[in-house]
C-alpha cells in the first residue's frame, strides 16, 4: 500500500445503474451531467454513460468517506 493510500485511508469501488426519467433538456443526461459535476468537486473519478435500455450507468472510484458521500 502506498504512501497516499495510507493516509487517504480505504478506497472504494461502486457501480451504479440510475432508472427513470433520466433524460433532460435538448437530449441531455441529466443524471449523468449532475454525477460527473459531484464526483469531480469529492475528486473522484469514474465513468458514467447512456445505455440503450435508456438507463444511466457508470463507476465511481475513490476514498471510501467521499465516495459513501457521493
Sequence with gaps: MSAATKASGALKSV?????GRVQGKDGLCAAGMY??????KL???GWVKN??????TGQ???P?????EM
Design 15 to 19: 457501480d451504479y445503474e440510475v432508472f
Design 35 to 40: 454525477t460527473e459535476e459531484e464526483a469531480k
Design 43 to 45: 475528486g473522484l473519478v
Design 51 to 56: 445505455t440503450s435500455q435508456g438507463t444511466v
Design 60 to 62: 465511481v472510484q475513490g
Design 64 to 68: 471510501e468517506d467521499k465516495v459513501n
